[in-house]
């Protein structure tokens, strides 16, 4: 009974992970620890035709490059990676950033991961992004750092999008 039971928590969750399609949009050093940012670009919503919301995670670099690739899921995910690869995929990151080809395989293994790959984030964030105003605002955060938890589920208050930023970035990938 508990394997059945297993089974069907199982399934539920691959059927989660289906549901999103975490796509790379930045990066940053924190605490000396290297984070890769993601946006999911299943759950954007938009509120009007220049507002929009959307969830966003970030992993440790390191915790990505840990990835098991020979067995287990980490072997559907080196398999899932090396389809995009050989299909031709390009991450929506490089529409906005210039990157070497090497570079693209790698972002692409690193959405793969944030997509399959169960691994913890450090940082959960929905952001409300208007696009004529060029503002950002937090609507939910959830941070975790040194083992201490930071969450906040009020709205932040609109903030302009400073150049160079993960954030700019992000608005540069989803805003029309």
Known sequence: MRHLLFIALMGATSAQAADVDWKLYGGATIDQKAEVCFYDANGVTWKSDKLFRVWT???????????????????AIIDESAKRVAHHYVPPIATVENAVADLLVDYTFFEVVADLGNL??????????????DKVRW?????????A???????????YIAPETNVARLAKL???
């Open 120 to 133: 913890e984030p450090t940082g959960r964030m929905l952001y409300e992004i208007d696009c004529s105003e």
């Open 149 to 159: 938890q930071y969450n906040k589920n009020t709205p932040g208050d609109w903030e």
């Open 57 to 75: 995670k970030c992993l440790l670099r390191a915790d990505i490059l840990k990835v098991d690739t020979k067995k287990g899921p980490g072997k």
């Open 174 to 176: 989803l805003c029309p």
């Open 139 to 147: 609507l939910s955060l959830f941070i975790q750092r040194n083992g």
